[in-house]
C-alpha cells in the first residue's frame, strides 16, 4: 500500500504538469493566430488569458521543483536500498559460510570434545545472528498490516522492558549488570508484539553500539498526565546531531556500507519509530546526560500506574499530611 502511494504522487503530478502544459500552448496559439495583442476588440480575452497564463506557467515551475525533489528523494532511497542489499547480502553470506565450514570439518576428520564445544558455540552463535535478521526483515514487512482488536491486551510495561533486557544480555552473552533497571510499575493498553519489537531494537541497539565496555540505563516513569517517559541510554559514540533525523529513515546507516563493524539492516529505527507512531507516542534523540553516549527518549500516552503503585503513593500522600498537620 505504501509503495503503491509513492509511486502515484509523481505520477499525478507528471499527469497534472502535462495538462497544463497542453493548455497552455493552445492558449498560447490561439492568442498568437488571432492577434489578439493587436486587436484592440480581443484585448479582454488577452487580458484575461494572460493571468491565466501566468498561473498555469507558475504551477508548472512548482510542479517542476516539486518533481525534482521527489527525484532526489528516489535517488537517496534507491542508494540505501543498495546499501540494504549490500548488507543483507553480508550478513546471510558471513553466518552461512561459517556454518557450512564448521559443519565440513566436523564431517571430514575427528576433533575432540572440546573443540567441538567450541564449534557448536560458533554455529548457535550463527543461527541466532540469522535469526536475528530473518526477524528484522519480518518485522518491517508486518508494519503495514492492520492491527486486531484481539491482539490488545493490558501489559505490564516495566515487566516487558525486564524482559527486553533480559533478552538482550542473553542473546549477546553478557552480564545482567550491564543493562540496569529504574522502572516504575505501570500498565498499558496495547499490543505486546509492538511493544516486544520497539524496545528490543532500542535496548539492542544500545548495547551493540556500545562497545566491549557497555553500560545501558533503561528509565521508565509516569507523570500526573498519564505520559509514560522511557529513557534508554548507553555509553557509546553517540548519534552526530544532524543524523538524528535520518537514522529513522529505512535502509538508512551511519558510513559506508561493508566497512561497518556492526552488522545492521538499517530497518530497527525505521520499525522503532513507525511503532511509536501507532502507539501515538513520540521520539526523540539526545546526547546521554554525563561522557559520550545516545538517550533515546519514548513517550506513551494513556498509561496507568499498578494497583500496587496507587496504593503506595496513596499511604505516601496520607504518610505526608500527618506529618504537615499541628500536634
Known amino acids: 500500500m505504501r509503495a503503491k502511494r509513492h509511486i502515484g504522487l509523481p505520477i499525478t503530478l507528471a499527469v497534472i504538469m502535462i495538462v497544463?502544459?497542453?493548455?497552455?500552448?493552445?492558449?498560447?496559439?490561439?492568442?498568437?493566430v488571432h492577434g489578439a495583442y493587436n486587436n484592440a476588440n480581443d484585448a479582454p480575452f488577452y487580458w484575461t488569458f494572460l493571468p491565466i497564463g501566468s498561473i498555469f506557467l507558475l504551477t508548472i515551475l512548482a510542479g517542476v521543483i516539486t518533481y525534482l525533489v521527489l527525484a532526489i528523494k528516489a535517488i537517496n532511497l534507491n542508494q540505501r536500498q543498495a546499501n540494504f542489499i549490500d548488507s543483507?547480502?553480508?550478513?546471510l553470506k558471513s553466518p552461512i559460510a561459517s556454518l557450512k565450514l564448521f559443519l565440513q570439518t566436523l564431517n571430514r576428520r575427528s576433533v575432540s570434545e572440546a573443540e567441538k564445544s567450541k564449534f557448536y558455540g560458533t554455529m548457535l552463535d550463527d543461527v541466532e545472528r540469522l535469526d536475528h535478521l530473518i526477524n528484522h526483515l519480518l518485522d518491517a514487512g508486518r508494519l503495514d498490516k492492520e492491527?486486531?482488536?484481539?491482539?490488545?491486551?493490558?501489559?505490564r510495561l516495566?515487566?516487558?522492558?525486564?524482559?527486553?533486557?533480559?533478552?538482550?544480555?542473553?542473546?549477546?552473552?553478557?552480564?545482567?549488570?550491564?543493562?540496569?533497571?529504574e522502572l516504575q510499575p505501570c500498565v498499558l493498553q496495547s499490543c505486546r508484539g509492538d511493544l516486544?519489537?520497539?524496545?528490543?531494537?532500542?535496548?539492542?541497539?544500545?548495547?551493540?553500539?556500545?562497545?566491549?565496555?557497555?553500560?545501558?540505563?533503561?528509565g521508565l516513569s509516569i507523570d500526573a498526565q498519564q505520559v509514560a517517559t522511557i529513557r534508554i541510554t548507553d555509553n557509546g559514540?553517540?548519534?552526530?546531531?544532524?543524523?538524528?533525523?535520518?537514522?529513522?529513515?529505512?535502509?538508512?546507516?551511519?558510513?559506508?556500507?561493508?566497512?561497518?563493524?556492526?552488522?545492521?539492516?538499517g530497518l530497527g529505527l525505521y520499525i522503532v519509530r513507525t511503532l511509536v507512531r501507532r502507539l501515538?507516542?513520540?521520539i526523540t534523540v539526545?546526547?546521554?546526560?554525563?561522557?559520550?553516549?545516545?538517550?533515546?527518549?519514548?513517550?506513551?500516552?494513556?498509561?496507568?500506574?499498578?494497583?500496587?503503585?496507587?496504593?503506595?503513593?496513596?499511604?505516601?500522600?496520607?504518610v505526608n499530611r500527618s506529618k504537615e498537620q499541628p500536634s
Not at 539526545?286 to 496507568?304: E, H, I, K, N
Request: glycine share 6%; proline share 4%; charged share 25%.
Open 20 to 32: 497544463l502544459l497542453i493548455v497552455l500552448i493552445i492558449g498560447w496559439v490561439w492568442i498568437t
Open 88 to 91: 543483507v547480502t553480508h550478513e
Open 147 to 155: 492491527r486486531d482488536d484481539a491482539e490488545v491486551e493490558e501489559i
Open 158 to 181: 516495566d515487566k516487558l522492558l525486564e524482559s527486553c533486557a533480559e533478552a538482550t544480555t542473553l542473546l549477546y552473552r553478557i552480564p545482567e549488570s550491564v543493562v540496569t533497571l
Open 196 to 218: 516486544d519489537i520497539l524496545f528490543r531494537n532500542l535496548i539492542d541497539n544500545a548495547v551493540k553500539y556500545s562497545g566491549t565496555d557497555a553500560q545501558v540505563e533503561v
Open 237 to 265: 559514540p553517540g548519534i552526530p546531531e544532524q543524523m538524528r533525523r535520518k537514522i529513522f529513515g529505512r535502509f538508512f546507516r551511519l558510513g559506508m556500507e561493508l566497512q561497518r563493524k556492526k552488522p545492521g539492516t
Open 280 to 282: 501515538r507516542g513520540t
Open 286 to 318: 539526545l546526547d546521554a546526560p554525563s561522557g559520550t553516549g545516545t538517550m533515546f527518549v519514548v513517550t506513551l500516552p494513556q498509561v496507568q500506574l499498578t494497583t500496587d503503585q496507587l496504593n503506595s503513593n496513596h499511604q505516601a500522600s496520607n
